[in-house]
């Protein structure tokens, strides 16, 4: 059988984690609707509901702390909703629910992502943090999706000529 986490070794390059869900009804905790599982971070990129209701995706810095940004609303439950997380080529994330850019901005997720061991829809790797709801939608890959800005760094700009 063809792995389904091939193609996400990441590198240090951009990446974007894009899926549609609805949730049923909110929770008092984190709820995982997508996560990345890495030999360098077992939660190397996550998208998730928040305790205050709002989506998040977060990235990882090379330490493994947590760079997120998150929803300018809360989600609303039985409402389908369209996300898309990107992580820059600079290390910058950001997030788009239904078509629009959030707000909120971070930086420095620059971990560098080497093959993932799996991707979980629904819920965390060991099977904990459920999302009441479900995940219709879902895509993973390296660089930008069609239509989406790009942020410019060296590499891309002149990747094929080096000092």
């Not at 193609?7 to 990345?36: C, N, Q, S, W, Y």
């Not at 459920?130 to 410019?152: D, H, I, K, Q, S």
Request: glycine content about 14%; hydrophobic content about 35%; overall charge positive.
């Amino acid at each position: 059988m063809p792995s389904l986490t091939g193609g996400l070794d990441f590198g240090t390059g951009p990446f974007f984690v894009r899926l549609a869900l609805v949730i049923d009804r909110h929770e008092r905790d984190t709820r995982i609707a997508a996560v990345g599982n890495y030999a360098e971070h077992a939660l190397g990129w996550q998208v998730f509901v928040r305790e205050n209701r709002k989506l998040c995706f977060n990235a990882r810095q090379p330490d493994g702390t947590f760079v997120g940004v998150e929803s300018d609303a809360e989600l609303k439950p039985g409402k389908p909703v369209s996300v898309l997380g990107i992580r820059d080529g600079d290390g910058s994330v950001r997030l788009y629910v239904d078509g629009r850019l959030q707000r909120q901005r971070a930086a420095g997720a620059t971990l560098s992502y080497g093959a993932a061991r799996r991707v979980c829809l629904g819920q965390q790797w060991n099977g904990g943090m459920t999302l009441n709801g479900r995940v219709t939608a879902f895509e993973c890959g390296r660089g930008y999706p069609a239509g989406v800005p790009r942020v410019m760094t060296r590499d891309l700009l002149f990747g094929e000529v080096r000092p």
